[in-house]
């Protein structure tokens, strides 16, 4: 069984990555909570993380994968991981990296705030001394680096993966996972600035028992110009099985910007490739919002209810769940949010306040 974990965290992101081989990877962190502050509703994420790790007796993550550097996917990474670059960030209380995973844009970014400055020195270091990395795309700001650094490129291709291409080392006959990278793009457009965004990781995520598959699409903060061009190019090299999706989690804390440049009266109308994209479910599919409570009203930051009334009326073509993070189970309580993954596919586990314990909510069903 492979096992998900998704956090309230707020509008931030989190998802812990149990593999049935007994692997364990992390999507993102960001530590927010206040520990003397009882009206704040987030999770202890650093307590609840390093407490998890202490009852499988393990001190480290075999991957921890940063998708970009914007605050609401690292804050507080620098207090939770023993990091290789500064012996400052190395003490036995510390969470151990086995292999980092980040964009190349991490490396090249520069004017960059304290926190992502702390990750890129790591991310450098690592890269420069073949310690751990696997670096994702290779736009040509990235040799630009490497000259910079009097290093050549060709030295360390076997440490970078293109979209379009498997992460190597898991595969489903061995692994019973294989991970697709969807973004970042090798070629950029000719553009030489950054965009975190764009230039973020998205996979899907393969997952086997026995003969039964289940995908996720982890999809960090994409904007919908960006899943324009990832859904043209998987429809023209005829791949469309690698944006299908049991489990969806939403980009950007369920913003309109990831559906439409319009945001809508009541309801986000998506572009059209973002339409295809959604219409990939399978019956009983779960799209999760990695957010704060879905408002009643209009709000110039994400959640925005208009987003949400379009992920709303897709899932439920699927007869799906739509899950917010910070309403799970309830609005005044949130706990995390689990996911097991079995040869009936995907389970919400839902804590019932009554004498039975656990419950699971309909696994979802797919052909294939």
């Given at each position: ?12 992101d ?23 502050d ?15 790790l202490v ?19 690292i804050?507080?990474?620098?207090d939770?991981f ?19 995973w ?7 970014e ?63 006959e ?11 793009f ?14 973020a ?27 324009v061009d990832?859904?043209?190019i ?23 910007q ?24 399978n ?10 409570v ?17 992920y ?15 309403e799970?189970p ?39």
């Open positions: 069984m492979h096992r998900l974990t998704f956090y309230p965290i707020g509008n931030a989190c998802c812990f990555i149990e593999l049935d081989n007994k692997q364990n990877i992390l999507f993102d962190y960001a530590h927010y909570k206040k520990a003397e009882n009206t704040d509703l987030r999770i202890d994420l650093k307590t609840i993380i390093s407490d998890k009852e499988k007796k393990k001190n480290y993550f075999d991957i921890v994968a940063f998708t970009h550097a914007d605050e609401d996917h804050n507080g990474f620098s939770m023993f990091l290789l670059h500064a012996k400052k960030y190395q003490d036995e209380n510390r969470v151990v990296i086995n292999e980092l980040v964009p190349a844009a991490i490396i090249c520069s004017n960059l705030p304290e926190e992502a400055k702390i990750l890129q020195a790591e991310a450098r270091y690592r890269l420069k001394n073949r310690k751990g990395i696997r670096i994702f795309s290779k736009p040509s700001m990235l040799k630009k680096w490497f000259e910079s650094e009097k290093l050549k490129i060709e030295d360390y291709l076997d440490l970078m993966v293109d979209a379009g291409q498997f992460v190597p080392n898991y595969c489903l061995k692994d019973d996972v294989e991970i697709f990278v969807h973004s970042p090798a070629k950029r457009k000719d553009k030489e600035e950054i965009d975190r965004n764009t230039d990781i998205v996979v899907q995520f393969t997952f086997q028992i026995n003969d039964k598959l289940t995908r996720l699409i982890l999809s960090a903060d994409t904007p919908y110009d960006n899943w990832i859904v043209n998987t429809r023209a090299h005829k791949r469309p099985e690698r944006l299908n999706w049991d489990i969806y989690k939403l980009p950007h804390h369920c913003s309109y990831s559906l439409s440049n319009e945001k809508g009266k009541e309801k986000t109308v998506p572009v059209e490739e973002v339409k295809w994209l959604l219409s990939q479910g019956q009983n599919s779960k799209i999760i919002s990695s957010s704060d879905i408002p009643n009203k209009d709000t110039d930051q994400p959640p925005h209810y208009q987003a949400a009334n379009c709303k009326e897709i899932i439920k073509t699927f007869e799906g769940e739509f899950l917010v993070t910070m799970f309830k609005k005044e309580k949130p706990e995390p949010l689990v996911i097991e993954i079995d040869e009936q596919g995907s389970t919400t586990i839902k804590r019932n306040i009554g004498a039975v314990g656990i419950i699971a909510n309909q696994p979802s069903h797919r052909a294939g």
